[in-house]
Each structure stands twice: as C-alpha cells, then as structure tokens.
C-alpha cells in the first residue's frame, strides 16, 4: 500500500514570495489534514478535510494560507505571502475518516524563508 | 483553549535503563494517541487508548491511561538505541479535532 505522497521535499523562499505544497493522501482516506511543525515543537493542525469539504480550519493564518482539496483526493496547501516565521516543516496526512483513525503521515515538505 | 503537556522536555538514558514519558491535558480526553517521530522523520503511529485506566502493551512500550481520562504514560523498559527520537501524544476531547502535545525528546547513549 502506497503510503502520503508530498512534494517537494524541500523548498527555499525569500519572504513576500508564494509557495505551494501538494499531497496525494492514501487510497480510500476520506480525512486530509495538514499540519504545521515548527522545530522542536509538536504538530500544529492548520486545516482538516473530510472528502473535500473543511472540518476545521481553526488555525489556519486565513490572511496568508489557503487550502484546497477539490475532488476529494489530493489537496494543495498555498501560503502568500511567506513570512520569515512560516520555516517549518508542514505535514500531510491522512485517516479512513475522522472519527479517532490512525493518522499516516507523509515525509513532509521543509520550508525555510529566508 | 485545551492544553496539552508533556513532560519531561528532554531525556537522556543510558542503553538499557527504563524511560518514561507522561502526556497531561487540561480537560477530559475522548482518547489518546500515541507517535513516534525518528530525527528528521515524520511521526508514525503507536497506539491509541479509549477507556480509563486502559493499559496496552508493545513488547517494551507499555502505555496507560489515566482513570480520570485526562493524562496518559508511554513507558520503555530496557531502552535501545532504537528507541531514539521524540514521542509525541494526540488528544482529542469530543470533537475529531487532534491536539499534539510537546513532545518528549529520548536520547539513548550506548
């Protein structure tokens, strides 16, 4: 079974400028959610997707990112502009659905703005 | 908003000494799960814990949850080198929403 699919790996910006991160989640995972890690810190959930409608999306810096799952399978998680303080590293990863599933995390994109 | 401790910060243990790490939330928990993140790795999955006082096994790892539903404990016994990285706890309270908490950085000297 083909695990979370992200792309790219890595990606270097100067602030103000635009980046996208994509994410293929697994056969059949109704739930996607990105989430935000900061180095030395846990996970922070950005947005959750169930199909391709938002469950909670809380978090999310609404000024600046955006998210979009379209037809329920894979998602794009936008940010515009970049700021110094969105270097992290944002996770992907995806459940059977919401309802307490294990989530399976891809190997994440690491972003640094310089 | 719901917090999500865990403490210790940091631990480092020599080869074959226990570990233990405790994940405390401010308000009564659905249920916990359990990650592991390898450095430089993305977290993987332990276990999840529902009832109070749940106690699962893991050939070494041994995690509870606590009567009042509100902590939990992930405890290693006769740590290996293996067991390097940061494990984190998840929590939910009623909602689907998951709370990582702050995770607890394991160093095994050898």
């Known amino acids: 079974e083909a695990g979370v699919a992200q792309s790219p790996r890595y990606k270097i910006i100067e602030k103000r400028q635009s980046v996208a991160f994509w994410c293929n989640p697994i056969s059949g995972h109704a739930t996607l959610y990105w989430y935000q890690q900061i180095l030395g810190q846990g996970p922070k959930l950005l947005i959750q997707?169930?199909?391709?409608?938002?469950?909670?999306d809380s978090q999310l810096p609404k000024d600046r990112f955006s998210a979009e799952r379209l037809k329920g399978v894979d998602s794009t998680l936008k940010i515009q502009p970049a700021k110094l303080e969105d270097s992290a590293v944002y996770l992907c990863a995806s459940s059977l659905d919401a309802s307490g599933n294990i989530q399976y995390f891809g190997a994440g994109t690491r972003l640094s703005v310089l | 908003g719901q917090q999500v401790m865990q403490i210790p910060q940091y631990q480092h243990v020599q080869e074959g000494e226990d570990f233990t790490t405790y994940c405390n939330s401010s308000?009564?928990?659905?249920?916990i799960q359990w990650y592991k993140q390898r450095p430089g790795g993305h977290p993987v999955f332990l276990i999840q814990?529902?009832?109070?006082?749940e106690v699962k096994k893991q050939k070494r790892l041994t995690f509870q949850f606590g009567e009042a539903k509100k902590n939990s404990s992930l405890h290693i016994t006769a740590t290996q080198t293996t067991d390097v990285g940061t494990y984190f706890c998840?929590?939910?309270?009623?909602?689907?929403?998951?709370?990582f908490g702050t995770g607890t950085r394991l160093k095994v000297l050898a």
């Open positions: 814990l529902v009832k109070s006082g």
């Open positions: 998840a929590v939910t309270s009623g909602t689907y929403k998951y709370i």
């Open positions: 308000t009564t928990l659905s249920n």
């Open positions: 997707f169930q199909n391709n409608g938002v469950v909670d």
